[in-house]
């Protein structure tokens, strides 16, 4: 790395600071969790930490036959056990509490596992206590409305309402960057609509997953509502293939979901799949606002973010000025141990990973790109990287990086910042920075994504929200209230008042006799 760059000095573990870090871990009582109890017998898939490869502990490695076991305990569970939806919102509130005083267990599992920082930890562990409490709040967005029969031609001698009820087995998949609270995202909905959950955890961070299921036992949740299977051959696609599986909610990669997609056949499918970000800087922006913003945007958890900033548009009056923020804000950017305090940047989920963004960086230099900082690799870390002069058909331009790498170009004319912003495969989320709200409205409306941030960066998310995008950024929108209803359906009553003209026949005759 440069000697310029702020490198976090680590020395040799002891073995007593190695046995704290399983220490967390070590709670836990199995391996995956199905037909009600915890499986140990299969715990042979190694988990190790990515920064330096010490085992942190072992999960079971599943098969096809465990995945359907696990699906058809919860389905005759679904069919035999009532859970209503009081008994549902205590649960989930009981676990926001669980995990409030929890909370430094579950950091110390997800810094251990993936390449979180443990402030970073923190934060994921906060969020997901917010999680949880949108869920129980959630309910409301079960009670449905009545139907308007009064109002209709076809309506008749009748009344009727509708409500919301649970689809049936939702099949949570969940990816290492965030494994606790995108869990959350997936598990708290489909609990609160009345679900039952098969979540497959990422076989690189699945302790967090494994975790969090003990905590919703713990709080109530019923053995028979919840299921965990982790990595094994053909697990995935027994997953998404078992016909009592009705909802597929999935996060990862776009090429995953699309065989996803054809495996599981007509099936409703939630997919978040991903970004590659723009933020765009106009002539009359704060040029420091917004280096400081983009830099904290580009390399937070090593930019394995499917929010990060990755594509940067700067009006050509500031360029000069906002690249020398960012490249000055990035190299003082501390990269080192994970449970280090003072480290900004950890290393990516593995060695491959990091070497993948390697190689995507020297064939942007091969391209013509200029590396202004960073572009240096060491194991599983990738020093936070600034380039310009990158060409459109670079890998990373073209493609979600998923690691520490900040692309920027310079404009003349907004509509030509627009246009470069939205000539990507996906359209997760973007930022503008300007002082004028009318530019900053009609840039927001020609972005084709699913938010824009205004005198911010892409990185920002409310776990309230409705969050996703367009074209290969997803299908469907999380967002606790909104993934209640797509992970339930409209249910309607009607009642024939048969003989209502008669009885008030009856009653108006009474009423002139008397």
Known sequence: MSSSTKVAQTRPETGQETAYRRASIAALPGGAFLEGRWETAD???????????????????????????AVAYVYRHLQEGEWTLRERREALDRAAVLLADQSGRFAEIIAAESSKTITEAEREVRRCIETLRLSAGASSELTGETLAFEDSIAGGNKIGWYNRKPVGIVAAITPFNDPLNLVAHKLGPALIGGNGVVLKPSGRTPLTGLAFIQLLLEAGVPAGRLAAVVSGPGVSEAIVTDPQVDLISFTGGPKTADRIAAAAGAKKILSELGGNNATIVCADADAEAAAEAIVAGAFGVAGQNCLSVQRVYVHISLFDDVLDKVVVGSRALRVGAKLDRSTDVGPLISEAEARRVEEWVEEAKALGATVHVGGQRRGAFYQPTVLTDVPADALVISEEVFGPVLSIMPFIQVSDAIRAANDSDYGLQAGVFTESIGLALAIAEKLHVGAVVINGT???????????GFKKSGVGREGVKHAVREMTEPKSTIIALAGTATHWQQLTSERNES
């Open 43 to 69: 715990r042979i898939l190694e988990v190790r930490d990515p920064e330096d490869g010490v085992l942190l502990g072992t999960v079971c490695s599943s098969t096809p036959q465990d995945v359907r076991r």
């Open 458 to 468: 892409s990185d920002v998310r409310i776990d309230s929200m409705p969050f996703g």
